[in-house]
Nanobody
Framework: QVQLVESGGGLVQPGGSLRLSCVAS????????LAWFRQAPGKERERVSC???????YYSDYVTGRFTTSRDNAKNTVYLQMNNLKSEDTGIYYC???????????WGQGTQVTVSS
């Protein structure tokens, strides 16, 4: 069955960096869009980034210039490089997949990112 497994979260100080990974199984990511969402405490889940099958990328305004998403189809993996982290980046980060960057069929279980001094 389709599975998405995130890793790479943790505790980091403001200004620091983390790299999240999401390994897919049960399907080949080549023809699918892959997105990262996050959910901060007490807030709704929001999309952070998306990369489609043509490797076009999309970012929310609050992470543009700080976060970069990429994909390695050979490894069936999508990444999120997060630099210059801020306290407001704290939350659970989920990866998701779908046929485009507008609708997602499958979700991972999430990985916690905490930005704090």
């Amino acid at each position: 069955q389709v599975q998405l497994v995130e890793s790479g979260g943790g505790l980091v100080q403001p200004g620091g960096s983390l790299r999240l990974s999401c390994v897919a199984s049960g399907f080949t990511i080549d023809y699918y869009a892959l997105a990262w969402f996050r959910q901060a405490p007490g807030k709704e889940r929001e999309r952070v980034s998306c990369i489609n099958s043509s490797e076009n990328t999309y970012y929310s305004d609050y992470v543009t210039g700080r976060f970069t998403t990429s994909r390695d189809n050979a490894k069936n993996t999508v990444y999120l490089q997060m630099n210059n982290l801020k306290s407001e980046d704290t939350g659970i980060y989920y990866c998701a997949t779908g046929e485009s960057c507008t609708f997602f069929d499958y979700w991972g279980q999430g990985t916690q990112v905490t930005v704090s001094s």
